[in-house]
């Protein structure tokens, strides 16, 4: 999926509390992408680490180097967000709710990323198995996914609304 729509899905699941908790769960909703391609990006224009370019459209993952596959494989799996969620609920000895928004980042891109594209590692490193899903820039999804959000945050406003006028 999309950095901005990441960003909204994480904001609006584990940050409607106020506004820092919303920043804040956006980020890590984003964080996945930023730490991959948002780096592969930079490390590319900076010509480091063997980054393909993009002379024929986007590269899929198994065009960059290992190290990078390897970053995109922990920062998308399912098994490494739910080891690193318990270790943190351990640690503070109370769950970390807000991590939920990583955990959302990918289970949204498993059936939004065909294998053409990104495909989602969720079950890395027990299982290099992938979903071939339709991609996030295909109309279908571009539009439900618009849709979604709409009714999502109408909804939360509404409910914003109707309980600031309940609450004396
Ligand atoms: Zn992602």
């Known amino acids: 999926m999309d950095f901005v729509s990441h960003a909204l899905w994480g904001g609006v699941s584990f940050g ?3 506004s820092v908790r919303f920043m804040m769960a956006a980020g890590i909703s984003i964080a996945p992408d930023i730490l991959t391609e948002g780096l592969f990006m930079v490390l590319y224009l900076l010509n480091i680490g063997g980054m393909p370019g993009w002379e024929n459209g986007h590269p899929n993952i198994t065009d960059y180097p290992m190290f990078a596959q390897n970053l995109y494989n922990v920062t998308h799996s399912l098994i490494v967000f ?12 109370r769950p970390v ?4 928004a990583w ?3 990918v289970l949204i891109d498993i059936p939004t990323h065909s294998l053409a594209l990104f495909p989602t590692p969720f079950l890395w490193p027990a299982s290099d198995f992938k979903i071939n899903g339709i991609g996030w820039d295909h109309p279908m999804i571009l539009i439900t ?14 409910h914003r609304v109707t309980h600031r006028r309940a609450t004396p």
């Open 16 to 18: 409607r509390k106020n």
């Open 82 to 93: 739910t080891v690193t969620f318990g270790l943190l609920w351990g640690l503070f000895r």
């Open 97 to 100: 709710l807000i991590l939920g």
């Open 103 to 105: 955990g959302l980042h």
């Open 145 to 158: 996914d618009a849709l979604l959000l709409i009714v999502t945050y109408a909804l939360w406003l509404f």
